[in-house]
């Protein structure tokens, strides 16, 4: 078993080279398009059907071989993606608008949207930090590159398969997979419940808290910026808002990489797994005022989620989901549940044994014990009957 992580890259062409570079991300991404309207008129046939009708006219169009067959490739793989998210309600139910608006038109790609590579079409030099790259107007060598140490190490070491170039606000990446080998799940002593929200972005049952209030601050004073730039509306206001856009997202998920990284290594050192909630559903199921919700629809609980499970699968902790359900009402010390023990958003009283403890702390004591089950259970079912 594997970990696959994705590594970043920032190419630094020359002048000419980034010509090239943004001449060949419009082609391949106009020709997609057109591959695209193809595969809606005929009922989105399979990759090697839709070939037959493409293939011919992407070569006219001055693309190699393997550039066309990408192409073909990334269109299909973006009509599955499609299909996913209709058959999974992500676009609104049957007859909706959203949902008849992405049903009645052919997908289609953003200029500089992302192009695969193969080793065909791509080539590493690790210790020049250079890439010879395929382009429509030939072979471009010795493109420069750069990323930190570790990340170089792991593209010389880890590096398989294919790689995306991608263009944002003028800049060109490569974004590699790795393959990181997955050591060893080992045996947990115990488990470490992890209780997400939003007053406290993450809180634990070994004490760590991580509080959302500096976070939320921060997301108000970039709304109140953009609604600031947006209403003055000039040349330089709209410069300003390209040059802090994505700032958010990245600011909220360096926040995650580091509670993420605080709650993996207190297992890790400790020898105990993760037991995070099940978050299917989370935005359905909690029920807010009016002006929470924004907070509730905007906030990365799958983000850190997500860092804590890789982290935790790259240094062999154990990690359970569990089910949330009654975790915010359930007396860690006795057990009892009511509805009536949460007293407030911090404090939690229990009505049957009057156990007093801040809600979140209690329900990531829940969580723990949940956690235990799940695994217990799971170990039960693979240790294999008695003859």
Known sequence: MAVKLVTQVKLMPEAGQAAALRSTLRTVNEAACWVSAVAFDHGVPREYE????????????????????????????????????????????????????????????????????????????????????WTVAGRLKGVRFACSPDALKMLREHRKGESDLIERDGVFYLVAVCDIPEPEVYEPDGFVGVDLGIVNIATTSTGYRAAGRGLKRHRKRQLDLRRTLQAKGTKSAKRLLKKRSRKEARHTANVNHIVSKKIVTTAERTGAGIALEELTGIRSRVRLRKDQRSSLHSWSFHQLASFVEYKARRAGVPLVYVDPAHTSRQCSECGHIDRKNRVGQATFACRACGFLANADDNASHNLARKGEAVWTAGRESRVPATP
């Open 50 to 133: 839709l070939r037959k009708h493409t293939y011919t006219e992407l070569k006219a169009r001055g693309l190699g071989a393997q550039a066309a067959q990408h192409v073909i490739k990334k269109t299909c793989d973006a009509y599955t993606t499609l299909k996913a998210n209709i058959k999974a309600g992500n676009l609104g139910k049957p007859g909706s608008k959203r949902r008849i608006k992405a049903e009645s038109k052919p997908v289609t790609f953003r200029p500089g949207a992302a192009q695969p590579y193969d080793d065909r079409c791509l080539s590493w030099q690790h210790d020049a930090a250079t890439v010879s790259v």
